[in-house]
């Protein structure tokens, strides 16, 4: 099993930046690639970056590429958001996701654990 906790979300103005953390726990010799996903209020869970967890190989949704990074530091178990010129329109529920499996790095159904996720609020 893999415990995950999220933390950093809050309100911010937009063009500003928030940093998202998500704490790893348990086994995590399991994980092959780690997720972050974004659900606002009505719509669909959408895939925001990816990155493996062994070699740092990092993947982005279009709408978020040359704004948000992903990073990871594995002997502190934590996996990194870097989001910067905020829009509103990145207002959502933040999510992190930890997957076994290499294959469907952007679909939700592919990952094994969630965190409970972390609020981002951007306003105009």
């Known amino acids: 099993q893999v415990q995950l906790v999220e933390s950093g979300g809050g309100l911010v103005q937009a063009a500003g930046s928030l940093k998202l953390s998500c704490a790893v726990s348990g086994l995590t010799t399991s994980i092959t690639i780690m997720g972050w996903f974004r659900q606002a209020p009505g719509k669909e869970r959408e895939f925001v970056a990816a990155?493996?967890?062994?070699?740092?190989?990092?993947f982005y949704a279009d709408s978020v590429k040359g704004r948000f990074t992903i990073s990871r530091d594995n002997a502190k178990n934590t996996v990194y958001l870097q989001m910067n010129s905020l829009e509103p329109e990145d207002t959502a529920v933040y999510y992190c996701?930890?997957?076994?499996?290499?294959?469907?790095?952007?679909?939700?159904?592919?990952?094994?654990?969630w965190g409970q996720g972390t609020q981002v609020t951007v306003s105009s």
């Open positions: 990155v493996s967890w062994s070699g740092g190989t990092t």
């Open positions: 996701a930890a997957k076994r499996m290499w294959l469907g790095y952007s679909n939700p159904v592919a990952y094994d654990y």
